[in-house]
């Protein structure tokens, strides 16, 4: 922020004398002081201004260092961000493969419990009653077909049959 002050007076005007044209006039003592208290004037207002140049110039080095300050803070939160991300990140991927390995371990546990159970249902001892279970139910199914087959074969006589007598039915009126 810059403030540009102007004052109202030149330096010139006070330097300059009033001439009269041709003869060259020596100050008076009452104008030279009154030059002096304008110079003084000028003076203290220039240092003022000086004053106040340099009260700004200070104000704004501050509120630059500031914002530097802020600046590099900000820049370290983001590099300790940007660290805790990829560090959150490689903890992620290695519980990925833990819960992966443990799904795996998982279904391992469930082959072993059901192999278990096959061994204890199929042991030589039990052997003989499964095949002959397994034998009366192919027995049941066979019996099954064949009385499926049967009524089929049925069925188809019969249709067989009233096909020949629609058959025979449409030549006998057919016929003269």
């Not at 003076?43 to 501050?62: G, H, N, W, Y």
């Not at 991300?85 to 490689?90: A, D, I």
């Amino acid at each position: 922020m810059s403030v540009i002050l102007e004052s109202s007076f030149s330096i010139e005007d006070i330097i300059k004398t009033p001439e009269s044209p041709g003869r060259r006039a020596e100050p008076k003592p009452a104008e030279l002081l009154l030059k002096l208290r304008k110079l003084q004037q000028a003076k203290k207002q220039f240092e003022d201004e000086v004053k106040e140049t340099m009260l700004l110039r200070c104000a704004r080095k501050e509120e630059e260092d500031a914002l530097t300050a802020e600046a590099l803070q900000l820049e370290g939160t983001l590099n300790e961000k940007e660290e805790l991300n990829r560090s959150l990140q490689l903890k992620c991927e290695d519980l990925q493969q833990e819960a992966q390995r443990m799904k795996f371990e998982s279904q391992l546990q469930q082959l072993m419990e059901q192999h278990k159970n096959l061994s204890t249902v199929f042991t030589p001892q039990r052997l003989p009653a499964e095949i002959q279970s397994a034998e009366y139910t192919a027995e049941q199914l066979l019996k099954a077909e064949q009385q499926k087959l049967e009524q089929l074969t049925k069925l188809l006589d019969g249709l067989s049959h009233t096909q020949n007598a629609e058959m025979h039915m449409d030549t006998c009126e057919k016929a003269p």
